[in-house]
């Protein structure tokens, strides 16, 4: 879990380096600011550690962890849609489609009132802390990942034991986990490197579990048939 919260801190600072330099106390100390796939990554380092030292094998134990994992992530966007921590889309004022009509508008372009970060302008007649709303409404990304993550897990809960090949199930996840956030990245705000047209850290990490995913499945049921 440390391992986890270090990573995941690390991460978000690399991403936000202007923010970083201006201020590396008040960032490093800061509640918020964690990106999950900086928690993935070091946490995954810690989780293989932990299993070498006392001899459980490796690709059975990330195996277990994958649909945790998953659902954990979607947990964690819940936090995210509830609070308003600035994790949401980018600016929507496309018209509704007519095959949404039966769901609430904010599915669709949400405004997030009383926003922890206090972004955009302030609400009529509120009072108290929180008391922003965006001035045009933007994605509900963080929404939308908790459906896909419920989803990806169930699938994953699914096929758990239809799948006979150690570790096949954990570079599933990567695959499916890896797809999902680079498709939401289209519509999130985020940090953009000007490299390859414009590109964003997720961006690079999704894509490279997805290769990772794949290539990991294609070696293990491939060696599982000699």
Known sequence: AISGIIGAKLF????NIGEFMADPMGQLMAFSGLTF???????????????????IKTLHLI???????M??????RIGCQLSGDG?????????????????PDWIWSFTYPHNVINAGIPI??????????????????????????????AF????????????????????????????????????EYNILGGITQAEIISSSLVLIGVAGCF?????SKQ
């Open 156 to 191: 994953l809960w699914t096929i758990r034991k239809r799948i006979k090949v150690a570790g096949a199930l954990f570079f599933v996840y990567l695959t499916l986990n890896g797809v999902e956030r680079f498709f939401i990245e289209k519509i999130r705000v985020n940090t």
């Open 12 to 15: 978000h600072n690399l991403e």
């Open 87 to 103: 994790d949401w889309g980018i600016i929507n004022l496309a018209t509704k489609p007519d095959w949404m009509a039966f769901l």
């Open 37 to 55: 796939y900086g928690g993935l990554i070091a946490g995954a380092f810690s989780v293989i550690w932990y299993g070498n030292k006392y001899k």
């Open 71 to 76: 659902i954990a992530y979607g947990i964690g």
């Open 124 to 153: 009529k007649d509120c009072m108290g802390r929180y008391c922003m709303e965006l001035a045009q409404g933007v994605y509900p990304t963080p929404f939308y990942e908790i459906i896909m993550a419920t989803l990806i897990f």
């Open 63 to 69: 195996d277990a962890a994958a649909p945790g994992l």
């Open 219 to 223: 070696y293990l049921f491939r060696n």
